[in-house]
């Protein structure tokens, strides 16, 4: 398992070592021992979500505000999408930029996103479906989002607006300047 820091505190990329021969493939997904051991955090994960989508859809930005905020590890079990943070952390030099990557089945790269992030996906391939463990528990009431296509945030989805597949919830997400952060 490689496990490579980003430019943010604590977002790091997670390329598995993949075991491949003429049966198929196997690799581990996680382990929490060489995780802590190469970030120095302890994330005990107590949630499993997976999601299907088709292609256009795009999902977020979506966070759980404290004191359930959740610290997530995000993958791509079929298709492709980019997965989109931002930085919600006031205290942090990276307050208010965005981090995207490509997660595929084909690359089984996955992201391990810190709390105080917000997340979103779109969904680049014809259907995908999305597997992400979370250290907390969904809350409704804790529920917050964010404009995905917010200006100042400036965000290439990668899919043109014609083509995007919205939910109205997520139509009536808070503009970043409008949104008070809680970390």
């Known amino acids: ?3 490579t820091p980003t430019d943010f505190d604590d977002l790091y990329i ?17 382990h929490q021992k060489k995780f802590e051991d190469a970030t120095g955090i302890q994330c005990e994960f107590v949630q499993d979500n997976q999601s299907r989508s088709i292609y256009g859809v ?17 993958r791509v079990l079929k298709g492709e999408v980019l997965d989109v943070v931002v930085d919600l952390r006031k205290d942090k030099p990276t307050y208010g930029k965005s981090f995207s990557i490509h997660l595929s ?8 996103i810190p709390r ?26 804790n529920e917050r989002g964010i404009m995905f296509n917010d200006a100042s945030l400036n965000i290439d989805w990668k899919i043109v607006p014609e083509k995007r ?9 808070l503009l970043f300047n409008d949104f008070k952060s809680p970390f």
């Open 14 to 30: 997670i390329k598995p070592t993949v075991f491949e021969d003429s049966r198929g493939y196997f690799f581990e997904s996680f």
């Open 116 to 141: 105080g992030f917000a997340h979103g996906i779109a969904v680049l391939s014809n259907e995908a479906e999305f597997f992400y463990k979370c250290d907390n528990y969904y809350s409704p009431e």
């Open 165 to 173: 597949i919205i939910s109205e919830k997520d139509q009536n997400n």
């Open 1 to 3: 398992m490689n496990i």
């Open 58 to 74: 795009i999902r977020g930005l979506h966070l759980q505000a404290p004191p359930v905020a959740q610290a997530k590890l995000v």
């Open 105 to 112: 089945a084909e690359n089984k790269q996955q992201l391990f």
